[in-house]
């Protein structure tokens, strides 16, 4: 999706992946930050986000993890601070937490949801 199709859209998934940049449009093509009109401030921190992602490594001696609830609890932020700035946007979270200690059975809208202003903080699991 070009640029230009993916501002009319106004759709966005928030989720990292290795050399992304955390954002995706609906098709599943990850989608340059500056293609949205986010502060810099806000771009940053998607970035730094992206960034804890990469962190993770198992093949390295010793293995590298991180803590997937808390990086997940942050991209939950994340994706609550993008709709603040794009609140007539469709914005869609991949929570990695969920989807990682998820029953294998579960639908996939049990680790991948829409962000609302008027939900609570933490949603229940």
């Known amino acids: 999706m070009e640029a230009e199709d993916f501002l009319a859209s106004r759709w966005v998934r928030v989720f990292c992946d290795i050399g992304c ?8 093509v990850p989608m340059e930050l500056d293609d949205l009109p986010l ?9 730094a986000w ?7 490594d198992a093949f390295e001696d010793p293995p ?3 803590d997937w609830q808390v990086y997940s609890e942050e991209g939950r932020q994340i994706a609550r601070a993008i709709k603040q ?14 989807c990682r200690t998820r029953d294998p ?10 962000i609302h202003l ?5 949603p229940a699991a």
């Open 21 to 28: 940049e955390g954002v995706w449009d609906r098709e599943g």
């Open 39 to 47: 502060s810099d401030a806000l771009k940053a921190r998607v970035m």
């Open 50 to 56: 992206q960034e804890w992602y990469e962190q993770d």
């Open 64 to 66: 590298v993890t991180i």
């Open 85 to 98: 700035a794009l609140p007539e946007w469709t914005v869609i979270y991949f929570d990695e937490y969920r």
């Open 105 to 114: 059975q579960a639908p996939r809208t049990s680790f991948e949801y829409e």
């Open 118 to 122: 008027n939900e609570p903080e933490s």
